[in-house]
């Protein structure tokens, strides 16, 4: 350890830290702007200024490494002069319409700004920046004129995504951030993770707001409105009501689904269920036929689209499975149609998702099984969040209710889909049971949970060795994967997602901000929700959901039959 002294207290700090973690261990937070964690660590903003003892001027904390015998002061009357001013430079350009911003109280800036008591007077008056926003993604928009260049996003694009489709254009006074060329994102090869919205501090990147057309859909008399849930929306939407990271509210959510007026509030995990049928089926038709391997997860389609633009080679090898989103509105539109005697022109299916790519996938060719588009609108648990708030709905004292049936009936093997490993660990209980027909004694393959990038493990199978491999984030997957092209991997069964830690931390999610992100394990705290609900279920197999049962027997016939291949499976673009 080194021995330092921060506003004139004692601190033994880890050797090799900077003084904002130091600080941070020593009760004080140093506030941030720039900063991510591992992701971007470029000192740019100055907002995390301090004085240090024999420093010409004020250091940056965030990257400033602490020695034996330092002395920092982090709020004397020069530290809190520079981060005002800092402060009114970036309101000097930027758009102050803050009531009507969609990020209005969960602002990085406005937090700041309150904190420091700098207010939207014009200190610095003079030219300011005008920008176009770039609506031509069908899942986000960015408007620069609420950028404040902290640079976030071009570092989560670029290293933990590695697509790398936004970075700084133009200098100086000038400089903003965009496409190459300033193309619009949609021309891109950007995949709709929406990783960029999750880290932004500001209103400048958000998501495509679709809930005007959700209320709209359930005032009109003709539509009958169905809302699926995804699983990890439960782990992540109490956040927006200001409940502590790791709030299970699957109760308080269907509750609230109701009262907004769906007509049925059914659940995403019954089609996860429904998804390891027909993809813990094809996993053993091409192991037992001689089929392509691996076999490659296709539920996440930020993942997809990575897939078809970087390895066009390999898409032989994913899954044919429509992901369970999609799987769950061809089901509604064909079995529960017919079930319920309803035109599935007149039905109308709304996905809360904690995904962006979800607006994208929802719009891709050969996804609607009766003619109609599986899914309808989706939103993001942030837009679900806000669409509970404008209608009223006091959802913190809401009582628990359950989904509707039939529609709502799942497994604990579908709730782990929203965590990384989730996918594989669900499909690993059901394909195991089915290849040596005996009930297994634990169910819980721990190998595959948890955040490492990139988790490996072979499992003897009725005296098969099956070689499987979990990812997620796309900078682990182009590893993974080019070892696989190479032929120095050779699994059967990979599970791949798109963003980081799966769902749970998806670009739809609640954001979680960088003083939080950096300091907290806030996805594992939101894993352990879906592991939980998986443990307290009497139901922990997709083969033995009796929703799933039904829908075989008197609909799809067997897994991987003809109706199902019809309605639950896909191809994808080269
Ligand atoms: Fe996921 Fe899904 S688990 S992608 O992460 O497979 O978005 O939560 O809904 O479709 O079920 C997201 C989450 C889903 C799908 C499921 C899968």
Same mark, same amino acid.
Request: charge should be negative.
């Given at each position: 350890?080194?021995?330092?002294?921060?506003?004139?207290?004692?601190?033994?700090?880890?050797?090799?830290?900077?003084?904002?973690?130091?600080?941070?261990?020593?009760?004080?937070?140093?506030?941030?702007?720039? =900063?991510?964690?591992?992701?971007?660590?470029?000192?740019?903003?100055?907002?995390?200024?301090?004085?240090?003892?024999?420093?010409?001027?004020?250091?940056?904390?965030?990257?400033?490494?602490?020695?034996?015998?330092?002395?920092?002061?982090?709020?004397?009357?020069?530290?809190?002069?520079?981060?005002?001013?800092?402060?009114?430079?970036?309101?000097?350009?930027?758009?102050?319409?803050?009531?009507?911003?969609?990020?209005?109280?969960?602002?990085?800036?406005?937090?700041?700004?309150?904190?420091?008591?700098?207010?939207?007077?014009?200190?610095?008056?003079? *030219?300011?920046?005008?920008?176009?926003?770039?609506?031509?993604?069908?899942?986000?928009?960015?408007?620069?004129?609420?950028?404040?260049?902290?640079?976030?996003?071009?570092?989560?694009?670029?290293?933990?995504?590695?697509?790398?489709?936004?970075?700084?254009?133009?200098?100086?006074?000038?400089?903003?951030?965009?496409?190459?060329?300033?193309?619009?994102?949609?021309?891109?090869?950007?995949?709709?993770?929406?990783?960029?919205?999750?880290?932004?501090?500001?209103?400048?990147?958000?998501?495509?707001?679709?809930?005007?057309? $959700?209320?709209?859909?359930?005032?009109?008399?003709?539509?009958?409105?169905?809302?699926?849930?995804?699983?990890? $929306?439960?782990?992540?939407?109490? *956040? *927006?009501?200001?409940?502590?990271?790791?709030?299970?509210?699957?109760?308080?959510?269907?509750?609230?689904?109701?009262?907004?007026?769906?007509?049925?509030?059914?659940?995403?995990?019954?089609?996860?269920?429904?998804?390891?049928?027909?993809?813990?089926?094809?996993?053993?038709?091409?192991?037992?036929?001689?089929?392509?391997?691996?076999?490659?997860?296709?539920?996440?389609?930020?993942?997809?689209?990575?897939?078809?633009?970087? =390895?066009?080679?390999?898409?032989?090898?994913?899954?044919?499975?429509?992901?369970?989103?999609?799987?769950?509105?061809?089901?509604?539109?064909?079995?529960?149609?017919?079930?319920?005697?309803?035109?599935?022109?007149?039905?109308? $299916?709304?996905?809360?998702?904690?995904?962006?790519?979800?607006?994208?996938?929802?719009?891709?060719?050969?996804?609607?099984?009766?003619?109609?588009?599986?899914?309808?609108?989706?939103?993001?648990?942030?837009?679900?969040?806000?669409?509970?708030?404008?209608?009223?709905?006091? =959802?913190?004292?809401?009582?628990?209710?359950?989904?509707?049936?039939?529609?709502?009936?799942?497994?604990?093997?579908?709730?782990?889909?929203?965590?990384?490993?989730?996918?594989?660990?669900?499909?690993?209980?059901?394909?195991?049971?089915?290849?040596?027909?005996?009930?297994?004694?634990?169910?819980?393959?721990?190998?595959?949970?948890?955040?490492?990038?990139?988790?490996?493990?072979?499992?003897?199978?009725?005296?098969?060795?099956?070689?499987?491999?979990?990812?997620?984030?796309?900078?682990?997957?182009?590893?993974?994967?080019?070892?696989?092209?190479?032929?120095?991997?050779?699994?059967?069964?990979?599970?791949?997602?798109?963003?980081?830690?799966?769902?749970?931390?998806?670009?739809?999610?609640?954001?979680?901000?960088?003083?939080?992100?950096?300091?907290?394990?806030?996805?594992?705290?939101?894993?352990?929700?879906?592991?939980?609900?998986?443990?307290?279920? $009497?139901?922990?197999?997709?083969? *033995?959901?009796?929703?799933?049962?039904?829908?075989?027997?008197?609909?799809?016939?067997?897994?991987?039959?003809?109706?199902?291949?019809?309605?639950?499976?896909?191809?994808?673009?080269?």
């Amino acid at each position: 350890t080194v021995n330092i002294k921060i506003n004139g207290v004692d601190v033994a700090a880890p050797k090799g830290s900077t003084i904002l973690a130091a600080a941070r261990q020593a009760h004080i937070e140093i506030p941030t702007l720039c =900063f991510l964690k591992d992701i971007n660590e470029i000192g740019a903003c100055r907002i995390c200024v301090v004085e240090v003892k024999g420093a010409r001027s004020l250091v940056t904390s965030c990257v400033y490494p602490v020695n034996e015998g330092m002395e920092v002061w982090t709020n004397t009357p020069k530290v809190l002069d520079s981060r005002k001013k800092t402060l009114q430079l970036i309101l000097s350009d930027h758009d102050k319409k803050c009531l009507s911003c969609v990020r209005s109280g969960s602002c990085e800036l406005q937090k700041l700004c309150a904190e420091l008591g700098v207010d939207d007077e014009e200190f610095y008056a003079g *030219e300011a920046n005008e920008y176009a926003i770039d609506y031509s993604a069908a899942h986000m928009y960015r408007d620069n004129n609420k950028c404040i260049l902290c640079r976030r996003c071009e570092a989560v694009c670029s290293k933990v995504q590695v697509v790398g489709v936004i970075g700084a254009n133009e200098r100086g006074f000038n400089t903003n951030l965009a496409s190459a060329f300033d193309m619009g994102l949609a021309e891109t090869s950007c995949i709709s993770c929406g990783q960029c919205i999750a880290v932004c501090p500001t209103g400048a990147l958000s998501e495509k707001d679709h809930v005007n057309e $959700v209320f709209a859909a359930i005032a009109d008399p003709t539509k009958h409105v169905v809302v699926q849930t995804a699983p990890s $929306v439960r782990a992540g939407l109490g *956040e *927006e009501f200001g409940m502590p990271i790791g709030t299970d509210t699957e109760g308080k959510m269907v509750s609230a689904l109701r009262r907004l007026g769906f007509d049925r509030v059914f659940d995403t995990d019954l089609a996860a269920d429904l998804t390891i049928m027909e993809e813990a089926n094809e996993l053993l038709d091409r192991v037992q036929n001689g089929g392509k391997l691996p076999l490659i997860t296709s539920c996440s389609p930020g993942w997809i689209k990575f897939a078809e633009f970087y =390895f066009p080679d390999m898409l032989d090898n994913l899954s044919s499975c429509k992901s369970p989103q999609q799987m769950f509105g061809a089901t509604v539109k064909t079995y529960y149609a017919e079930k319920m005697g309803i035109d599935p022109k007149d039905i109308f $299916v709304v996905s809360c998702m904690p995904c962006t790519a979800k607006k994208f996938e929802i719009g891709r060719d050969d996804q609607d099984a009766a003619e109609v588009p599986d899914v309808d609108i989706v939103l993001t648990v942030r837009e679900l969040g806000r669409m509970i708030k404008r209608a009223g709905i006091n =959802f913190s004292s809401l009582p628990d209710e359950q989904f509707d049936n039939p529609l709502g009936i799942s497994t604990g093997a579908a709730v782990i889909f929203g965590t990384s490993g989730g996918v594989m660990e669900a499909a690993l209980r059901t394909a195991v049971e089915t290849l040596t027909g005996e009930e297994l004694a634990k169910l819980e393959f721990s190998d595959v949970r948890g955040l490492d990038g990139i988790k490996e493990a072979v499992y003897n199978v009725a005296g098969m060795d099956v070689k499987v491999a979990v990812t997620s984030g796309m900078s682990n997957a182009k590893k993974l994967l080019e070892k696989v092209r190479s032929g120095e991997a050779d699994y059967h069964f990979i599970e791949i997602m798109g963003c980081p830690g799966g769902c749970i931390n998806g670009g739809g999610m609640p954001q979680v901000s960088a003083d939080t992100r950096n300091f907290t394990d806030y996805r594992t705290l939101r894993a352990k929700v879906l592991y939980d609900i998986d443990n307290a279920n $009497v139901i922990r197999k997709s083969h *033995e959901n009796p929703a799933i049962k039904e829908l075989y027997d008197t609909y799809f016939g067997k897994p991987g039959s003809h109706k199902a291949h019809h309605i639950l499976h896909t191809t994808y673009v080269k």
